[in-house]
């Protein structure tokens, strides 16, 4: 683990100031899109941003950018000049991002769509991909800029939560590394726009080393191609991801070093999976999240992690169960929820409650899902209470409940248990109009994959739907 | 109805639902290059479960995932069998 420079020190360096540190000279490490690519070098001297730094600087500024690459630019140029940034993930809509733009008090936005005027009366400024003039020499920035990044929330109004890039950074070691071995190309399927991105983009930048970066609209084959073109030896995503990648030719042609793994639960049978098909390969599955920060890797090849991590305190993370929920104490946790009446992070001994169950079998513990019931369908997290809110406005429904349906493929699945008001009613009739109301109103991956329909649904002591995973 | 015709009837109607135009169905065709995205496999392979009583991805040994369309159907065929 590459330890962080303790907080007291003076100023910590900014990301620019990191890249130039890990350039091995003569290296042409770059950023690699799908359109462009651009280099460490470039980002480490370059300014990306329409506006010249002495405007940006002090400021919150919002980042919201269709290509990755655009954001990458934005998030090196901005470290150590704005006062805070908020990373805004891809599919953030209008009014998310009009909510977000008030809660963090953002003064202005940059981004990369020429129509994209964001929240009325923000001012829009262009990320460029060549460097511009205007850089910050002479300006004098923030010592510590924060960095926002939302959590992968569920439903109505998104949370924030701040982070700095000391916190952001404190995970990041060389796995795999072999002192003779070329540097590593990394390859990651996760939008760097979310935390688990955001990691491995910091990786890179400050290893000093490529990443290739793909997002939504790049079919996986094609990205598959890339990383075979450039020779990739890291690569991260998601088990979904992963699952995903097995099933495409296209991985028989990569000869990685080093998988990865976190995001979701990583079962035993895809840790196997990835083992047959690339065995000599190194494979650690991660745990992290968006408040907590990253936790650890497990890289013995099992599902779970060994139950004495419990015990073992390396001075950076310590864990805990608590009526079968992980938690989490670290160096790496963000400071806290941005708005005025977010709740606390962390207790007063500043423990973050991960709220993902875990149950000791042996010397093992294993994660069994999250305790709100939150549906965690290939990373993106559902809210029950939002899907059945949508079924139960359907004429001649009277009740539902929406449960996580275990997949194979994508971690869970929605899935929905139906009464109807009338029991002898029709239910093909009805199945037929829950689906077409819930495709209207919902995304795909909140549309239930499937609907039951039954006589009653339990209602438990405290009159709340009992909720279980099916 | 043959397994082979029950899985291409699930395919149809989850591309049908999810709006995705889906490829002529051979042995050869790669199940990425079908128009099913992963969100469409996830819920086929949920609904051949629930229609079957299996999901060889769930149960398999084999840690092979199937690459093509004609491995898919071998794949259910073998815990069918």
């Known amino acids: ?470 | 109805m043959s397994l082979r015709s029950l899985i291409e009837d699930q395919m149809r109607q989850v591309a049908a639902e999810q709006q995705k135009r889906l490829a002529p169905l051979s042995d050869e065709l790669v199940l990425l290059d079908s128009g099913l995205d992963s969100l469409c496999f996830a819920i086929v392979v949920a609904r051949l479960e629930d229609e079957l009583g299996e999901d060889p991805f769930a149960t398999s040994e084999d840690i092979d995932f199937p690459i093509t369309f004609g491995d898919f159907v071998r794949f259910y065929d073998r815990v069918a069998a």
């Not at chain 1, 983009?201 to 450039?230: C, N, Q």
């Not at chain 1, 079998?361 to 294993?366: A, K, W």
Request: hydrophobic share 45%.
């Open chain 1, 1 to 470: 683990m590459t330890a962080s420079p303790p907080e007291a020190a003076g100023p910590a360096p900014s990301l620019k100031d990191r890249i130039a540190a890990a350039l091995v000279s003569g290296a042409a490490s770059a950023l690699i899109g799908a359109e462009r690519s651009v280099t460490l070098s470039g980002l480490a001297d370059g300014w990306f941003l329409s506006s010249p730094a002495s405007e940006v600087a002090g400021r919150c500024v919002l980042v919201r950018t269709r290509s990755p690459l655009a954001a990458a630019l934005a998030l090196t140029s901005l470290d150590g000049i704005a006062g805070r940034l908020i990373l805004c993930p891809p599919d953030l809509d209008a009014t998310q991002l009009a909510q977000a733009a008030a809660t963090a008090g953002a003064d202005l936005m940059v981004g990369d769509v020429e129509d994209d005027e964001g929240p009325s009366g923000l001012a829009h400024h262009r990320i460029a991909f060549e460097p511009i003039r205007g850089g910050p020499d002479g300006v004098a920035g923030a010592p510590a800029t924060e960095w926002a990044l939302f959590t992968s929330g569920t439903s109505g109004a998104p949370k924030m939560v701040a982070h700095t890039l000391q916190g952001l950074t404190g995970a990041i070691g060389q796995p795999g590394a072999v002192a003779s071995a070329p540097p590593p190309v990394w390859a990651t399927f996760y939008d760097i726009r979310r935390y688990g991105g955001l990691q491995m983009l910091l990786r890179a930048l400050t290893g000093g080393v490529s990443l290739l970066l793909t997002d939504a609209r790049e079919p996986p084959a094609g990205f598959l191609g890339r990383m075979r073109d450039h020779g990739v030896t890291h690569l991260a995503g998601t088990p979904s991801h992963w699952r995903r990648a097995l099933m495409s030719p296209a991985l028989a042609e990569l000869s990685p070093r080093y998988l990865r793994l976190s995001g979701e639960i990583a079962d035993q049978a895809v840790l196997d999976s990835l083992r047959a098909r690339f065995p000599q390969a190194a494979i650690g599955h991660a745990y992290a999240s968006t408040e907590a920060g990253v936790g650890f890797e497990v890289t013995d090849g099992l599902a779970g992690f060994p139950a004495a991590y419990l015990e073992r305190d390396d001075g950076t993370v310590a864990m805990r169960v608590v009526d079968g929920t992980l938690q989490l104490r670290s160096a790496r946790t963000a400071r806290g929820y941005l708005g005025a009446d977010a709740p606390p992070l962390g207790d007063a001994d500043g423990w973050v409650d991960t709220g993902d169950l875990v149950e000791r079998r042996g010397e093992r513990f294993h994660f069994l899902g999250r305790r709100s019931g939150v549906i965690n369908v290939g990373g993106l997290k559902i809210s029950p209470e939002e899907v059945e809110a949508v079924i139960n406005a359907c004429p001649g429904v009277r009740m539902s409940r929406v449960v996580g349906r275990a997949s194979p493929l994508l971690g869970a699945l929605v899935a929905a248990e139906v009464v109807l008001t009338d029991a002898a009613g029709d239910p093909a009739g009805a199945r037929g109009l829950i689906m077409a109301h819930c495709r209207a109103t919902l995304p795909p991956h909140k549309t239930p994959a499937s609907i039951r329909f039954v006589e009653a649904l339990k209602v438990g002591a405290a009159g709340k739907l009992e909720r279980r995973l099916a």
